[in-house]
């Protein structure tokens, strides 16, 4: 299976009748006589859950055990009457669903798990009932509005404004057979641990430009390829049987501005350094030698805010134009530096971008790295009143096209998507 593609509706259906029940999370919003759907999950999984259901006036939140063929109804676009609710979806139905196979420990849709996963996504019609904004009090913990509770519901953390949410169905299918629970990397040796429910005939797999080695599975436990030079730029983990991908993990570089894989730890962040200033300053890393004053810090906010604009980069302090690294200034105070440009992004981007500023030790020197995430929007720098827009082309930061901040704007969330 492709990572990324589409699936016909059809199958979706035959998969969910044929199964005797699945584990479900329906959100719902109050409509005449009848709730309509605003988003639904379902889970191909036999793992028991707890069951919950929060009742408003306006809005309900549902999870709960329901037999397949009611929920490929529902699909259809049927009327069903679910947990003495009377639910109509909206729209007609979806011809096909996007497809995403995704990698053990990856975050999509402010979700992760240790083991990898299908997920299958079918958009919402534009033209739906909105939510509301009201306050939710009733049968159920209070929130402020819908956006809020909906969080809250599906992933027990803080609303994100700047996480949109468009699908009307999220369907995920686990793959347990087997997956890659951590992995170690140390300037010579890379160890990994393997889990799974199915290790039968697996290969353990690693891979780069100039050879690769692999090594059987005999079950779940520790296993380690040595590193006589190191970790090669663009290696592959790969845990597999026959052409049958399990899990996997790439390290052609840190990943730029996103969230840190928490099953991948580095045990001397010298590597990690070398393998981020490898291809050089492009388009997701800019190289500063110290934290910047005076007028040249524009330049690297607008980086930020370029960064912010598009998928995401990393700004290194500590690291000159030929990357070289040099590290902060003897004597330097790095909690007071990391202050500094915190202080720098707040006051001068609109809106705060996100971003982790992670502090590397190499050889003995100090480099500051600010991991900025692409916000699937534009982000302005605020020169005075006037708010100026960036993109990263290559290693230069460049004015935005008038097309650039369009597009930027009609893709960034809107108060009643989630």
Known sequence: MANNGQTDTAALLAMLSERAAVNVRLALVADAQQWQLHHGQVTLDDTPLTQRAWRYSTASFLELPLPGPTVAALLRGEEQDVHGLHVVVPGPPASSASTSRLRGQEEWGRVATPWPRTEWTINRDANMLQTGHDLLVGDGPPFLNFDQALSAFLHQRPHDSNAGRSDLWRITLPQRAGWLSQITIGPDLLTAVVDGEALDGAVLELSWAAGNERQSVDGAGAYSFALPDGLAPDSLLMLRREDQ????????????????????????????????????????????????????????????????????????????????????????????????????????????????????????KTVLALEVSGGGQMYAYRDGQRAEFYVRVGPNTVPARHHEIAAGFRQAPTAATF
């Open 245 to 364: 991908r399990l899990d996997w993990r790439s390290f052609p570089a840190p990943t730029y501005g996103r969230a840190r894989d928490a099953s991948v730890v580095w045990e001397q962040p010298g590597p990690e350094l070398d393998l981020l200033l490898a291809n050089g300053e492009g388009q997701h890393l800019e190289c500063k030698q110290q934290v910047p004053e005076g007028d040249s810090r524009k330049k690297m906010l607008k980086t930020i805010a370029a960064f912010a604009s598009q998928d995401g980069g990393t700004v290194l302090i500590g690291v000159r134009d030929d990357l070289q690294i040099v590290g902060l200034p003897e004597g330097t105070n790095v909690d007071k530096q990391v202050l500094q440009v915190v202080g720098m992004i707040r006051d001068n981007l609109e809106p705060v971008p996100s971003y982790e500023p992670r502090v590397i030790e190499h050889d003995g």
